[in-house]
């Protein structure tokens, strides 16, 4: 997959989802489309015990991923990987080893998502994989770097907050919970298309997770 580019690799990826997601309904223990009840795994803990273990499980995991996403993106390799962020093959040209690069970046997101998907499935009595599998996830994910703020360290974890905020307010709306979102996803694209974070690094230079390289805009005085 990872020899894939752009649109080639996110549908590229979405085929490996839905051949993994046969695969998973597949499984006679599931129960097909209609899941299985968690019930008699879970019913060893009280209902608090388990809204416990979730919450610090979700913020020790985040705590820890966000860690070791900063120390890489500080380092040399995270340098290389916001190079071929920006243009393959520029980054290739100076020698930035762009295959081993994508290697890198994609298992340590497939940890994240494999750990998000877990955490997930902890707060649920049943499980239904047409839902674990849906293309919402992904919308969710691209929601939050959207309105946090493209190529930050701080905006998706903005972008998270304010997605979670909407959820818990407006998320037993329905379809229309999910039409807002969409809605507020291609306002934020217009109007604020660095997103908020982004936003408010362009204009103040506020930066409290400082990662990358900046360069000097020749005649400019000034960074981008």
Do not use: H
């Amino acid at each position: 997959m990872i020899r894939l580019r752009g649109g080639e690799f996110a549908i590229g990826m979405w085929v490996v989802s839905e051949v993994i997601f046969r695969l998973v309904i597949l499984d006679q223990s599931i129960g097909g489309l209609t899941g299985t009840s968690l019930g008699p795994v879970l019913e060893t803990y009280s209902a608090s015990a388990r809204r416990n273990y979730n919450y610090w499980l979700a913020l020790g995991t985040a705590v820890l991923f966000l860690g070791l996403l900063f120390a890489l993106l500080r380092s040399r390799t995270g340098a290389s990987l916001q190079a071929i962020r920006d243009d393959e093959e520029a980054a290739a040209s100076v020698g930035v080893r762009v295959l081993a690069g994508k290697n890198v970046m994609f298992v340590l997101a497939a940890f994240g998502c494999a750990a998000a998907g877990t955490l997930w499935l902890a707060t649920n009595i049943t499980f239904q994989p047409d839902d674990f599998f849906g293309v919402k996830w992904t919308a969710y994910m691209l929601f939050m770097v959207l309105v946090g703020g493209l190529g930050t360290f701080e905006g998706p974890i903005l972008g998270a907050i304010v997605f979670f905020f909407i959820q818990d307010q407006w998320g037993d709306q329905g379809v229309w919970y999910l039409v807002g979102l969409g809605a507020a996803a291609i306002l934020f694209a217009l109007a604020l298309p660095r997103g908020i974070w982004g936003t408010i690094e362009e204009r103040t230079g506020l930066r409290l997770f400082p990662v990358g390289y900046r360069l000097l805009l020749a005649g400019e005085g000034r960074t981008a």
